[in-house]
């Protein structure tokens, strides 16, 4: 049973970098058969994927992100993260990691979810 | 990008009803559908993939179904447990994409 656990500041300064971590116990994020992702939901809205790493660092960013997105791989402590510059208020939201089979990527397993708070 | 149009917004149903969710796709998915459950606070929990493939453990009265670019998620004999927001997505091409939300009450 995978379980994945996001981690990481719920306060961020506008302008300034979100970083958060998603630690993974019950499978190896170098498991060539699946999607690790990222996914956020702004308050009372609805859900926005951010994009994934897969095959030991390759990684996938939706479009509206790619300016200021880095997903990376920290494999020895079988962990990935997320990397958004330049915050907005509009990036404040609840972010989930999760895991999306390679051949079916629809999100399998979530965290919990950390919320993130832009503000001064 | 697919855009994913969910109808309608809000539902308010009675404990034992049916009650069906439409998500309306803006190109061909191909099957390449999920639906999701969420409760207030927790995140999404999956139900169906593949449009109506149901999850393992999921409860059979979840179901769903598809005709062309229109998918259908039912809920039969609706319970007090299934008071939740439920969410369309497409995995058929990146960015994948979700439906805004239908929220379903109890009344």
């Known amino acids: 049973q995978v379980r994945l656990q996001e981690s990481g500041p719920g306060l961020v300064k506008p302008s300034q970098t979100l970083s958060l971590t998603c630690s993974v116990s019950g499978d190896s994020i170098t498991n060539g058969g699946y999607y690790w992702t990222w996914i956020r939901q702004p308050p009372g809205k609805g859900l926005e994927w951010i994009g994934y790493?897969?095959?030991?660092?390759?990684?996938f960013y939706n479009p509206s992100l790619e300016s200021r997105l880095t997903i990376s791989e920290d494999t020895p402590k079988n962990q990935f993260s997320l990397r958004l510059t330049s915050v907005t208020a509009a990036d404040t939201a609840v972010y989930y990691c999760?895991?999306?089979?390679?051949?079916?990527?629809?999100?399998?397993?979530w965290g919990q979810g950390t919320p993130v708070t832009v503000s001064s | 990008d697919i855009q994913l149009t969910q109808s309608p917004s809000t539902l308010s149903a009675s404990v034992g009803d049916r009650v069906t969710i439409t998500c309306r796709a803006s190109?061909?998915?191909?099957?390449?559908l999920a639906w999701y459950q969420q409760k207030p606070g927790k995140p999404p929990k999956v139900l169906i993939y593949?449009?109506?493939r149901l999850e393992t453990g999921v409860s059979s009265r979840f179901s769903g179904s598809s005709s062309g670019t229109d998918f259908t998620l039912t809920i039969t004999r609706l319970q007090p447990d299934d008071v939740a927001t439920y969410h369309c997505q497409q995995y058929r091409r990146t960015p994948w994409t979700f439906g805004q939300g239908t929220k379903v009450e109890i009344k």
């Open positions: 593949e449009a109506s």
């Open positions: 190109d061909s998915l191909s099957s390449r």
């Open positions: 790493t897969y095959f030991g660092g390759a990684t």
């Open positions: 999760g895991r999306e089979k390679y051949w079916s990527p629809y999100i399998q397993d």
